[in-house]
């Protein structure tokens, strides 16, 4: 058993990928029980800044880098596609269906557990890590 604390872009893909190699994940997610400051949406890979992942086109490194996680199937990319809006030649997104559709993708892995609660930092006393 996996344990990742949040589901941003970075936990939601890892937490995805984990899961789809057969390991029993837990996500936990504060949202929407307590919310950041730049935070609104109560799903998950929620994009606060540009809907635009960039360029899509494969003769740059940022197209290039997409179609490596399309062929590595990312979730985050797939989601990308599906809820695509014009944007030239970038990727861009509908911000609100693509944080819904990642978040009913990770709801509905049978290998991730999510748990809508904050992690907090605990104190520990600092160790003397000098050899004798």
Avoid at 29 to 44: G, I, L, Q, R, V
Avoid at 89 to 110: F, G, I, N, S
């Amino acid at each position: 058993m996996i344990s990742i604390i949040g589901a941003g872009l970075a936990g939601s893909e890892t937490a995805y990928q984990i899961a789809k190699a057969g390991i029993k994940v837990t996500l936990y997610e504060m949202k929407p029980k307590k919310y950041t400051p730049a935070h609104e949406n109560p799903n998950f890979a929620e994009i606060v800044c540009s809907n635009s992942f960039k360029s899509n086109l494969k003769t740059n490194a940022c197209g290039l880098l997409k179609e490596e996680l399309r062929i590595l199937e990312s979730l985050l990319i797939k989601c990308a596609d599906e809820t695509s809006v014009p944007a030239g030649q970038a990727l861009a997104v509908d911000r609100e269906k693509y944080a819904e559709l990642v978040t009913k993708k990770l709801k509905e892995q049978p290998n991730i557990e999510i748990k809508s609660e904050e992690i907090r930092k605990r104190h520990t006393p600092k160790r003397n890590n000098r050899t004798k």
